[in-house]
């Protein structure tokens, strides 16, 4: 009898995780709250460290997808899931039921609301925006100016935000941060060649490969300042200009600048979904909120409950490259469970 897996989450964990299950003769049922797949990746413009079209990682990942052993439902929710005779029974805000032998969680992080540093002024000020809103305004492909419409000429780049935070009450690292900040630098200097750019960092952590060449490329070839430092609090002056007041922790000095712009490089939370998901299977999270692998070295892509794996960054930050990766093992986890 053929084996079913139900996949929820339809980012580029489930999707490729769906892809790889389906070659192995595994019928899967991929369940996507939203219209797309796709999840974060599709709002992305280019990637790092290869400045690669996000479209191409979707696209190539959705024609993966046209195989009979996959069915998609989209603007679909699971409202609940019960184990009956070794099968799980999934139930959607559908009126669907589906029986399947395993559950594959995918369903992938949130971004930290920057709303919650208030003293960064998000919300309040029309000129902070964050790394998400400037990679729609870079996806859009208009010229970057300010609310008033100009061009800026000097942008702060604030590392670090809902990430390592204990105000915040995240003590994690999102890992893709420092990287993000640095492209979206460079992208920037690359369509507005007279703008000056500083980054604010905690440190610097360009652990992946190619990182540490691109942060590089970014000093030596297009001129984007690093300053060590975090942001204590910003204001917005009269002349709509913002000024932000930091420490530059190398030389031990306070500092004041004015700046046209402040972007805000938030980091990956638990999604709101994860909680409720693992209360609802009586699954153990980890301190940070995201869901705890079995074991730390041997366990990864398994839960306490035996049947339910996890693959992606549901159960810390990831890069693609990494996200990837992790959905290839899931679905071997899998494979060797309902085999």
């Known amino acids: 009898m053929t084996k079913k897996v139900a996949i929820i989450g339809g980012g580029i964990a489930g999707m490729e995780a769906a892809s790889v299950l389906s070659r192995m003769d595994i019928e899967v049922l991929l369940i996507e709250k939203r219209q797309q797949l796709g999840g974060h990746v599709g709002e992305w413009d280019h990637l790092f460290p290869n400045f690669r079209p996000a479209s191409e990682i979707t696209r190539s990942l959705l024609n993966a997808l046209q195989n009979n052993n996959i069915k998609i439902c989209a603007n679909t929710v699971v409202t609940g899931i019960a184990r009956k005779a070794g099968l799980f029974e999934v139930k959607t805000?559908?009126?669907q039921n589906f029986k399947v032998d395993g559950i594959l969680l995918a369903t992938g992080f949130d971004l930290f609301d920057a709303h919650k540093k208030e003293e960064y002024g998000y919300g309040i000020y029309e000129n902070v925006i964050t790394s998400a809103d400037l990679e729609k305004k870079l996806k859009g492909g208009n010229v970057l100016t300010t609310a008033s419409g100009c061009v800026p000429k000097r942008i702060a780049m604030i590392h670090c935000v809902g990430s390592r935070d204990e105000k915040a009450g995240y003590f994690h690292c999102s890992r893709?941060?420092?990287i993000t900040a640095v492209k979206q630098a460079i992208e920037i200097r690359q369509k507005l060649p007279n703008v000056e750019i500083f980054c604010f960092y905690m440190d610097l952590r360009m652990y992946g490969k190619g990182f540490e060449e691109i942060y590089r490329e970014a000093q030596e070839k297009w001129g984007i300042q690093f300053v060590r430092g975090r942001l204590s609090e910003a204001g917005e002056n009269i002349d709509g200009?913002?000024?932000?007041?930091?420490?530059?922790?190398l030389s031990g000095r306070p500092l004041?600048?004015?700046v046209d712009m402040i972007v805000l490089m938030v980091g990956m939370v638990p999604a709101e979904s994860t909680s409720q998901m693992a209360k609802m299977l009586g699954i153990h999270l980890s301190g940070d909120g995201f869901i705890a692998h079995d074991d730390v070295h041997f366990g990864s892509n398994i839960t306490n409950v035996p049947g339910i794996f996890t693959a992606g960054t549901i159960t810390s930050p990831m890069t693609i490259s990494d996200t990837i990766a992790d959905a290839r093992s899931a679905a071997l986890k899998i494979c060797e469970y309902i085999a």
């Open 256 to 258: 004041k600048m004015i």
């Open 241 to 249: 200009g913002l000024q932000i007041k930091s420490e530059d922790t």
């Open 176 to 178: 893709v941060c420092c």
């Open 93 to 95: 805000n559908q009126n």
